[in-house]
């Protein structure tokens, strides 16, 4: 079995990159994750910081996005699962925008959302392989795809 | 000059959709618009009504949400541009999985949304091609990018 | 609305791809229609009728599958929506074989089945973006991402 | 020469893997097999397992073939050589899913099995680069494939 | 049934295409054929014709060459079926590449030539849906395939 | 044969385009041909004239740019032939990466320019199927790719 | 987090790519840096050197300039990111080439030049995710990119 | 730099593979060189050999040949370059149909063919970016492509 590559999008006001890194690390898994810039206030300043300043709002976010664009369109592309996360505050459009961005790819998606979320993101869970509302479905569903084993069970396959 | 094939994607609760197709037939524009089923509750409804009911409502929308799919893909997939609004209200999801599945079929995108919205929509915004405020300016761009008129001007270029 | 292109693949002795055609055309959907030749015995035949006699049964099936080949994936290849239909009897391999081909495309595809067979066309179904059990229900599907209609409203959406 | 990635998909009930594995080690050849879950049991549990249970079987069997497919579509994409057993039971649909989502991928396939399926398989076998009938033709197919080497006779070509 | 575009590639000494678009007419098939330009004069002489001498053959091959194939390409990859004819004479390395070039895109490709050359053309014909001895027999395949026809039956299947 | 669509891209500042058309038209040929827009002004003020101004010359012109890119992208995908003509004066970087863009899809490409720029232009024309000096030649070869028809000779080929 | 590969087109006659690659390796990243044959005379003399001498220099150009697209196209082919360098001289045509070239693939495209050519420039620089004016900026966007690193501020993110 | 893969296609009765492998080594080169079962004798017998004889020669042709294509459909693809050789006798399809089928997947070409063939192999020279003469020229053609290096000049560009 080869490394897996999957790229965490979404939400970054909580630990949930971590909660399934370490849930992964921890089942050995072989697989790199990646993930957009989360610090948010370099993702937000980076074009001006790095290009020069702008007056307006709109054309600070459009060199910032751009260059923030760099680095997930790549690395979505890379991925062969892409996992997105939508948390309880914003209107995190950048998530759906990566959902359909990866399924137009033919990427396999997994959503991880509280079920509240469950009418609004109805398009996106319908383009989904998979829909889990914690980080430790998301590390389940891994463990199952990659080494065949299952919760409560012994190793199902070899592979 | 051959006709274009327009997706408008995006909010059902204004006229949006209307005036663009007006000001795009009074420019005498030729142009064959498609929209997802812009009427709401048949939008949610249809999975159940045509394939029988769900206990559950995750299950409800995601029937509904495949039957769209079927639709929604298809005419974005044969568009020539895609039209995504975002509205004041909601949360609008699906829009913004249009915008990135467009994006990722190489789709020219034009973005439709008032300006409160500039900072959250930043990575759909640096994806599109055009990033416009009203209905109008939609019917501009159009009429510039099919007739090669722009506002106040003679016709600028024959095709 | 430009018309629509369905390919109506798998069982051959039963009427619902005639039940289907004259439902749309009372629906009065613009949907040309497709299909695999449905003479059981050309099918067949069509290879040594054509190109020549064959000793053994395996080149015989393997001549005829070939041209049938030339049919099928062209039809499957321009259509906008595949239906496949699993019906009582035979191992009907050609269908699910024609089910991945369409998936693998991306084309939107609708399952038609008997429940008795769920469990057994888990994997189709899952790839498919409806699982109807009747020909009627599928010509409510057209009509709904076509026209925007649902049995028992008003029309729903222009388009 | 570089290693070769082979997916070996459809029956599970008997030891054909592990022959064919066994071969190509003793062969010498530098393959990497890969293959779906052939735990039966967790491939229809898995779903429910993880993400919650269903009352309905449809949607316990949606979302296990769902996590399945997260699995099959990555290993068949990344395969060079796609293997596809047909045995002498059950519907094995998703076996000829896999072959038709191959073959539209354009991946080479070998398909495998008994005599007494040639004519129901002869849509499948009629897209394959070889349809064997043991696990042990299979081994001589990717040794002669990968190292040149035909049963009986010296090594054939260095490369 | 919508009509098909079949190209017919290869020898240009003989009238096969003349009795395959007669064929095909009188059964009343609606195909658009296209082909290279069969003038073999003006084949070679185009580049030179058109662009200016040269002094070197290579040259001059050259820029025809590549003239030559501002059409056949366009045409081959706008076709639903390649035909690709060998005659008895010359070397005819084109119609070899046309079959190579067809094969890679996934187009359907019937090649025809006499039996004399079926072991040199063993890995051309492997390529291919159908391997025909006579023009007439690729009129009978095109019948078949779109009309579902065969010879000697009523007609097969309603398309 | 059906028509022709051929795109028509760089120098703006003289009548190649209207020598080509006429041409054309004269020699009876079927071709659809299509430009970016060609009235200068227009072309620089579209972006600041319909989404309003900007202060940095910068974004005006980005503005400006990714309006045409709508135009101009969506053309050249559609277009079969990409017609490059590279003039006397100015830099000329948008034929230049027109011609970039059009060669990535594939399509065959002409390019047509003064010799002096042979050397510049060295990397451009490796990549085209024609290279020519004036709007005449450029007619003649679509003459010949579309209508078999040499300078100086009766039609050659049927098609 | 994986080894990006950087193509750097463009201008061959100052440091730029020397300072590029001094900058990431002083900053750590884990980059695989590909460029052109940036030895002028090599570049313009390699057909005529290995393939024979030519009379006319557009065939001698031609010769050198296929050559030197086999390691072009490779190269960009395989990038993660694309830098394409403008500098004050010269026509510069090839350098927009590989940036139409490498927008059509899809590839984000990082443009650097002085800021004197950006309404020249304006259609490159709307299809690049950053305009760079100095080596140092294209290393900052690497370095935010790959390592989430911006000037100024402590690692932003991990990954 | 990374390492190149390279296929050798074509004639199998000289050691022109041995004098490009030998020659890259002694340049150098990173080149991994992969080519088609080169045992005239093998590569006609593996169907027959492996899948059971068969009594037409028409079929055991073909399953020699369709095993063939696994290795070298697979290899092509894999490829970055691709060198096709034409040799003095033979037919040779097979090798025009594998440098058709390598210009359809736009990979680079070099043909090396005795200057007796050029105008039989006028379309597939066109289709190329080197056509050589010698093995010898062809190594060139990788040194300077890979390393940039000329005959006769010191090392002109680091990679």
Known sequence: MYGWDVYLSGEIHTDWRERIEAGADEAGLDITFSAPVTDHEASDDCGVAILGQEDKPFWKDHKGAKLN????????EQADVVVVRFGDKYKQWNAAF????AAALGKPLIVLHPQEHTHALKEVDAAALAVAETPEQVVEILRYVIAGELPGRARAAAE
């Open 69 to 76: 664009a760099i680095r997930t369109r790549t690395l979505i």
């Open 98 to 101: 990566d959902a359909g961005y």
